[in-house]
């Protein structure tokens, strides 16, 4: 029986710190490890590697080793492919970094797989066994994703995720949307394709999870399939999290058949306050002028919510950091995160600033986790963009901030608010702290 190694590498602390970043333990249970173990033919034997949980045993007897990545882990995945290398063990690499970066990561292992997992995956397996490893396999995107397996969660010690663990789900991939700095809906395709409502609400109920995390571009891609979902999930009493756009939170009735059916905290990217700025991402579907109704309709159902914001855009007014700060505080926002406009790899914005001679040095771009500017803004230097960063988060997670905006913790929204907010806090060490995500 042929056996895979399926690792998901963590990534280096920063370009001066190359030890590997590891945590004692993890709430979000990743969905990559058990979901390619799934997809593996049953004459394989599995183990698969959490890095940032456990050490990886470079001496163990297997055939081959499988890495998927992220950008953010791709250097140390390189590192991970010359170890098993060195010995003669065959190396694949797959993930969102193999598909903008598919030429770099070609020469640090055996055959690379660019695209969806369940069109290519077992060929690999299979020319690998036979001995007639190709070096690039490319997926065609999977016309809809009905009948796709349930996650070999098994395989995971999930001890290591603690009690109240987060079991990371999709329930659609892709996103209707043509934001101009956004990579993810290349990768998971302009197509929003959705799973069938009774098969999601199985393998919930498969797992016996509690704590769902729907990890994908915009749960609300298309509201009809949505309003399906929630209504199977009601049942089940879960309580879940998700990413979905602005415009949703002005729309009473799916609140509400959210909330019922166990939403806890849903992210928005609601990128700026300044209606101009939002036109040039191409975020038309965000509504400055009724930020407040948003708020306060998240706020009368409670349902815990966070925001994205991109600063660093062409035509920004420096006023635009304080105003933020002050309107976030005075509307009691629970939670934000504060992001440098950057430019990965295939997307618009990286072709347009690359054109313009803007991109500081490309191939740093998201090698690390932080909040690092990597263009020449037009209204500052790089490195008081940061501080604006840094100052931003600062003043948001401060303690007084804290204790203005937030309520007592006494309901689950109120807590996952608290808890978003103490783990924020770190910003306050490092301008370049923020962004540690966890590859799902």
Request: proline share 7%.
């Amino acid at each position: 029986m042929p056996r895979v190694l399926i690792v998901q590498p963590s990534h280096y602390r920063s370009p001066n710190d190359h030890t590997v970043f590891k945590a004692r333990r993890r709430a979000l249970v990743p969905l990559t490890l058990p979901y390619l173990a799934a997809l593996t033919p049953p004459d394989w034997q599995v183990t698969l590697v959490d890095e940032q949980l456990e050490d990886i045993d470079f001496e163990a007897p297997v055939d081959l080793v499988a890495l998927s990545a992220w950008t953010v882990h791709s250097l140390r995945a390189y590192d991970i492919a010359a170890q098993f290398r060195r010995r003669g063990i065959t190396v694949i690499m797959g993930g969102p970094h193999v598909f903008f970066h598919a030429g770099e990561a070609a020469q640090h292992c055996d055959a690379i797989g660019i695209g969806e997992a369940e069109p290519i995956w077992p060929a690999m397996l299979a020319d690998a066994a036979a001995g007639r490893l190709k070096p690039v396999y490319r997926a065609t995107p999977l016309k809809d994703l009905a009948g796709l397996p349930s996650p070999r969660y098994d395989l995971l010690d999930l001890r290591r995720y603690g009690p109240f663990r987060t079991f990371a789900l999709q329930s659609s991939r892709g996103c209707p949307f043509l934001c101009e700095f956004c990579s993810e809906r290349l990768y998971l395709g302009g197509n929003f394709r959705w799973r069938p409502a009774g098969e999601v609400v199985e393998e919930v109920r498969r797992i016996g999870a509690k704590n769902v995390f729907f990890g994908e571009s915009n749960f609300g891609g298309k509201k009809r399939r949505a309003v399906e979902l929630m209504e199977a999930l009601i049942p089940l009493k879960i309580r879940w999290s998700t990413l979905w756009t602005s415009n949703l939170c002005l729309d009473g009735e799916f609140l509400d058949l959210a909330k019922r059916s166990g939403l806890l905290h849903v992210n928005i990217g609601l990128e700026s306050i300044d209606e101009e700025t939002l036109a040039g991402m191409k975020k038309n579907m965000n509504k400055v002028g009724r930020y407040s109704e948003m708020f306060d309709n998240m706020r009368r159902r409670g349902i815990s919510y966070s925001l994205n914001f991109i600063f660093g855009w062409d035509n920004e007014n420096p006023e635009i950091y304080s105003g933020t700060l002050k309107l976030l505080q005075s509307l009691k926002v629970p939670a934000a995160y504060f992001n440098i406009l950057t430019p990965s790899k295939g997307t618009d914005l990286y072709n347009r600033m690359e054109a313009e001679g803007r991109i500081l040095d490309p191939e740093t771009i998201d090698r690390y986790p932080g909040q690092t500017c990597h263009i020449r803004p037009l209204t500052c230097s790089p490195q008081d963009m940061e501080r604006r960063i840094q100052d931003l988060y600062r003043g948001f997670y401060s303690l007084p901030s804290m204790a203005r905006r937030l309520p007592l913790p006494v309901t689950q929204a109120n807590i996952a608010s608290w808890v978003i907010n103490l783990s924020e806090r770190r910003m306050h060490r490092s301008a370049t702290g923020n962004n540690d995500f966890d590859g799902y």
